[in-house]
């Protein structure tokens, strides 16, 4: 059991910088992956980065590798995505998600296999 919320998201600029957080509270397993998502209007949601509980390895896509960190603190369990050179195409809802799985480079394959979700947070680029 865990609940997953995030924050953080907001309007700006192409080329500008954004912090997203997500706390993960409430849970009552040890391992686990915690990742992000983002579903863009009329397109599916799609995995963005992932880290493992430790926080020593992550995971990303290659539309946002170079651009997008994710980290952990693992006093606070709050995981952030620090998104860099940002551009229009990084508009989407973003999703925290937790599954309660050792991180893998497949870990975060299928999002049906996604055991907790947050509500999203609205991330729009202008150009």
């Known amino acids: 059991q865990a609940q997953v919320k995030e924050s953080g998201g907001r309007t700006v600029q192409t080329g500008g910088s954004l912090k997203l957080s997500c706390v993960i509270s409430g849970r009552t397993f040890s391992t686990y992956a915690a990742g992000w998502f983002r579903q863009a209007p009329g397109k599916e949601r799609e995995f963005v980065a992932g880290?493992?509980?430790?926080?020593?390895?992550?995971e990303y896509a290659d539309s946002v590798k170079g651009r997008f960190t994710i980290s952990k603190d693992s006093a606070t369990e709050i995981v952030y995505l620090q998104m860099n050179a940002l551009e229009p195409e990084d508009t989407a809802v973003y999703y925290c998600a937790a599954k309660r799985t050792p991180l893998t480079s497949r870990t975060f394959s299928d999002i049906r296999e996604v055991d907790y979700w947050g509500q999203g947070t609205q991330v729009t680029v202008s150009p």
């Open positions: 880290i493992s509980w430790t926080g020593s390895t992550a």
